[in-house]
């Protein structure tokens, strides 16, 4: 059994892997930030089995956190490009 | 909005058993924990009641007028949400890949307030559609433009409209869309 | 029995993990891997914690499982959402077949 969580959880890093992939390819900002979305899905899923398999309840909050986190970066994310800059002022940044 | 004392009671009961069964379900049903929650829950409780019957238009809650729509609204959005993920992953995994998108205005028939942000909450949880929020107005992405999404979203509306009670006559006239596709 | 049904539960949730996945490489445009991403992984979590539900301590766990659930799925439809506007406010244009 305890095999059997290892390798569910060895699997939902994989597919994590697809998001380091899209946030290098992008090609936009928005497709970036769906890696942020991805990870705070999956690694919640993975964190929420992790508590299970090592007994260890605690690990639900940290997959609580996590994933409220991953919103309020897309949350920030879209607040903060929604502000237009001058053109030319892009360094400012 | 009178306030009666039975409804106020009411109101300030479920308030109470919910942030209570919050508050236990966060501290992990801990006994310490309780004695230092009681008191927030309290006042929480109390607090939320008297602002939701101050009967303001920005005090409009999403509390749920009717539990049996609410119910099920909740069916009817797990069901097609289940289907909305089976849907996705067989598509992602066609080749070549089974998409005819589009991106179509959907002409909310709730009334303004709280409803049409839950309702554009959900959407994106459907089988095949996307909700854009574009200019204050509810747009919608389909994967399929094609399938009968529509249908899918005309229906949530309806469920949405029921737990709230809204009435008929308060929805927005939309133009028959009986012919789209 | 209920070890065996919980185990059933998180494979099919861990295949639309890979779902979303492989929408999310796949799919020509971010509307489209919004779509991918946003449904196919809440139902992979959503799977996922039922069949951790049927194995948890307490009754306490089972319903904070339920309550993060609830919480993700929240915050991801919203996530989607913004994103999804933000790009349509900034002038992407959705691909078409």
């Known amino acids: 059994m305890q095999y059997f969580y290892f390798a569910l959880i060895l699997f939902l890093l994989l597919t994590l892997v697809a998001g380091l992939w899209r946030i290098r390819r992008g090609p936009t900002p928005a497709d970036r930030m769906l890696a942020a979305q991805l990870f705070g899905t999956t690694a919640a899923a993975i964190l929420l089995v992790l508590a299970e398999v090592s007994d260890a309840p605690a690990l639900r909050d940290v997959a609580l956190v996590l994933a409220l986190l991953a919103a309020i970066t897309v949350t920030a994310f879209t607040r903060r490009a929604r502000i237009s800059l001058p053109p030319g002022d892009d360094d400012a940044r | ?181 | 029995m209920l070890a065996s049904l919980s185990v059933v539960l998180l494979l099919a949730g861990a295949a639309f993990f890979l779902g979303g996945s492989v929408g999310m490489l796949r799919f020509p445009d971010v509307y489209t891997r919004l779509h991918a991403l946003t449904k196919a992984d809440n139902l992979g979590l959503g799977l996922v914690v039922l069949g951790l539900m049927l194995q948890a301590e307490s009754l306490a766990a089972v319903g904070k499982l339920f309550v993060i659930w609830l919480l993700l799925l929240a915050a991801s439809a919203t996530a989607s959402q913004l994103v999804a506007s933000w790009a349509q406010e900034n002038g992407f244009a959705p691909w078409r077949g």
């Open chain 2, 1 to 181: 909005m009178t306030v009666t004392l039975p409804a106020f009671v009411t109101a300030l009961t479920q308030r109470l058993l919910l942030f209570a069964l919050l508050w236990w379900l966060l501290t992990d049903g801990q006994h310490e924990a309780a004695l230092f929650g009681a008191p927030f829950v309290l006042s929480a409780a109390v607090l939320s009641t008297v602002t939701r019957f101050r009967g303001q238009v920005l005090s409009a809650s999403l509390w749920p007028a009717r539990p049996l729509a609410l119910m099920r609204l909740i069916g009817f959005f797990l069901w097609h949400s289940l289907r909305g993920g089976l849907d996705v992953t067989l598509r992602a995994f066609r080749r070549p890949l089974p998409l005819k998108p589009d991106l179509i205005d959907y002409p909310l028939r709730l009334p303004p307030g709280p409803t049409p942000i839950l309702m554009a909450s959900l959407v994106s949880l459907m089988p095949g559609t996307l909700a854009v929020i574009c200019e204050g107005r509810l747009r919608v992405h389909v994967l399929d433009r094609h399938s009968d999404w529509y249908r899918d979203l005309e229906r949530l509306e309806q469920r949405i409209g029921d737990v709230y009670h809204i009435d008929r006559a308060q929805w927005n006239d939309v133009p028959n869309h009986s012919d789209h596709n």
